[in-house]
């Protein structure tokens, strides 16, 4: 059959700009989806960082006034992606994070930046770019919400729409005044439309009329059904459960290579795990901590934020370190988590080491290094980082929410009896249960074939995008059939 084509429209994409796992999700759908014959190209923000990246640049589409300024859509390759930049230098060419000023303030004119990008992906969904006539236009996230409400209000055939749902805690909310500004139409405001809470809802807009509803895990896709994990959309999603589905995230296995990575001192596989070793002294090192061989090297690499449930990890550092073990964490976020691990880095040298940033070969070498790798969110979509170190043998000690519930073989006793198990779960989520995680780990690491066995079987396990994209691929065909039908 002819080549499905596919529009996705999303506010970051890597290695060009990335501030979660979105952006990786992004950067990596087009490669996985070419492999099972679907062409994606993507729509993304003329960001400085983007546009400098961008080769060969043609202008595919003109706009005199997009919200308050004149804008083109740029068709071009950048690090061998092939994207649709939109260009409106008014919206876009700001320093630093798509979302917020450099004091973490949103862009007051966030509405506006992200209709902006919506109206376009809507406009090319119409067929405003010669070449590239869409069969299916593809969502991410609040930001790109209301591309699904512009294409249903236009009122000419319009594409299918799938809406991805990364993280259903931002979903977009404007005040209701907005609504004439952001070239919405009257109708929109209600229950069927746009309107959420008496606010604008970007992410409630592409949920209530996108085809396709998916989420980044089959768990996570069945908890924002509920009351706790809905944040308000329960009742919305479980009416329209029949679409909604989730698909789990794989990662890029030629970046987080051990046997090939350039990011890491020595390298090794599945077959060779004792050749990691070097590279947990270089981590040692790297973090000012005791260059030990034994002692037990717990890894975090993180947003330091509620959902990521690092107040656990902060609160369990005492365990960690009664149980002969040792702490590096590279991350970056909420004031008071900084702070905490700042001041336990100072309680504790030599055991306990803190990095805070972004860095993308120091999380590499994390993964290299660390026996463990600490993951206790509260919700957790997906997760990449736990995937990362299935990869790289480092055990994940994770809860058993969403996406850590779908990709992690909790190490029991029945599991290590047939051989299995790649981690540990803990359940629910809170310093006691963090603690016993701790020491049941612990007490697997200490029995040093039944570790090794599990660095074996999670080294082997595939969190490639193999799987996921040939499920994307035929959700996008099943809703192709069923509109041409
Ligand atoms: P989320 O998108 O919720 O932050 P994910 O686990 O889905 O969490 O994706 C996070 C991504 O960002 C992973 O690729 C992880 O390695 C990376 N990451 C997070 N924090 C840092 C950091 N401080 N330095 C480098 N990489 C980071």
């Known amino acids: 059959m002819a080549t499905t084509k596919v529009l996705s429209v999303v506010s970051e994409i890597y290695p060009l700009i990335k501030t979660g796992g979105l952006a990786d999700v992004a950067g990596a759908l087009p490669g996985a989806l070419a492999a099972v014959g679907v062409e994606m190209r993507t729509l993304v923000p003329g960001y400085p960082a983007i546009t400098a990246a961008l080769e060969n640049g043609e202008k595919v589409l003109k706009l005199k006034d997009l919200f308050g300024g004149p804008a083109s859509v740029v068709a071009g390759r950048a690090k061998g992606l092939d994207l649709f930049v939109l260009d409106a230098p008014h919206l876009f060419d700001r320093p630093g994070n798509p979302y917020h000023d450099a004091d973490g303030v949103d862009w007051p004119d966030n509405p506006f930046r992200f209709a902006a990008l919506s109206r376009v992906g809507a406009e090319i969904g119409l067929g405003g770019v010669k070449g590239f006539v869409p069969d299916v236009v593809h969502t991410h996230d609040w930001q790109t919400g209301l591309t699904a409400a512009y294409l249903e209000y236009d009122g000419r055939t319009r594409p299918g729409t799938v809406a991805t749902v990364h993280n259903l805690a931002f979903q977009g909310q404007y005040p209701k005044d907005l609504l004439g500004a952001l070239r919405l139409p009257p109708h929109a405001w209600g229950v069927d439309g746009v309107e959420y809470y008496d606010t604008i809802g970007f992410l409630k807009a592409a949920l209530r009329m996108s085809d396709r509803i998916t989420t980044v895990s089959p768990t996570y896709a069945a908890e924002i059904r509920t009351g706790e994990g809905g944040m308000g959309l329960e009742g919305l999603l479980a009416g329209r459960a029949p679409v909604v589905s989730g698909i789990l995230n794989g990662i890029d296995v030629d970046v987080w290579n051990p046997a090939t990575d350039p990011l890491v001192p020595t390298h090794y596989d599945a077959a060779t795990p004792s050749s990691r070793r070097p590279n947990k002294s270089a981590l040692q090192k790297r973090f000012g901590i005791k ?195």
């Open 291 to 485: 260059v030990d061989r034994r002692a037990m090297v717990f890894g975090v690499v993180s947003r330091l934020s509620w959902q990521k449930g690092l107040d656990m990890v902060l609160a369990g550092v005492e365990s960690i370190l009664s149980v002969g073990g040792q702490l590096v964490l590279l991350g970056s976020g909420d004031r008071g988590l900084v702070e905490g691990f700042r001041h336990a880095a100072a309680a504790h040298p030599g055991r306990v080491g803190v990095v805070i940033g972004y860095d993308e070969a120091l999380a590499h070498l994390i993964q290299a290094g660390s026996d463990a790798l600490l993951v206790p969110s509260r919700f957790e979509p997906c997760g990449l980082t736990q995937l990362c170190a299935l990869r790289y043998g480092a055990i994940p000690i994770v809860t058993r929410v969403g996406g850590l519930a779908d990709t992690i073989v909790d190490a029991n006793e029945m599991a290590l009896d047939v051989g299995a198990g790649t981690g540990v779960m803990f359940s629910p989520p809170n310093p006691e249960m963090f603690r016993a995680a701790v020491e049941r780990a612990a007490s697997l690491y200490a029995d040093q074939p039944t570790w090794r066995r599990m660095m074996k079987n999670a080294m082997r396990t595939d969190v490639s995008w193999g799987r996921s994209a040939a499920r994307y691929a035929k959700l996008y065909e099943d809703l192709v059939d069923e509109r041409s039908s």
